[in-house]
């Protein structure tokens, strides 16, 4: 695998620990169902085995949820810090909130770096170009933006 892969691997990693921390924190202090705990965890495991094996479906999703969710959580830790008032268990929280965040950015830009693209089979066999769109639903086969090119 390119290094950029092992980047959005890693940090995809970091995401579910942080995450996986935090739900099991808000499990006992009983404030959450254990669904809200377990969904956003098992989305990012589908999301990591898919970046390891290549499934552009993966990246897609990754490279989406993790721009909109490293936005997302940022913003929530620095609410959570900016109403902490030296509260420690809001400064946990807050903290936490930027453990899953910040690694969704460098795994957005992981993904979208040249390494990565070949990974996936993003790279177009006929002329080079690197953005194509998705032939189909699950983006099994791919069709080049530039000379309409299919591959699987
Ligand atoms: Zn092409």
Known sequence: M?????????SVGMMVLARVFMGVLALLSGTVSIVSI???V???????????????LAWQW?????LLGGIVLT?????A????NGEVGMLVVGALLLLQGAPLFPMFFALGMRGARE????????????????GNFLFT???CRKCAARWK
């Open 119 to 134: 990974h996936f089979r993003l790279i177009c066999p006929a002329c080079g170009h690197a953005r194509p769109r998705g």
């Open 2 to 10: 390119s290094p950029s892969v092992w980047v959005a691997a890693v």
């Open 42 to 56: 098992a989305v990012a495991v589908l999301i990591l085995i898919g970046i390891i094996a290549g499934q552009r």
């Open 141 to 143: 086969e791919a069709v």
């Open 62 to 66: 990754g490279r989406l949820l993790g």
């Open 38 to 40: 377990v969904l956003p």
């Open 81 to 84: 810090f900016a109403n902490a």
């Open 75 to 79: 913003m929530a830790a620095v609410g």
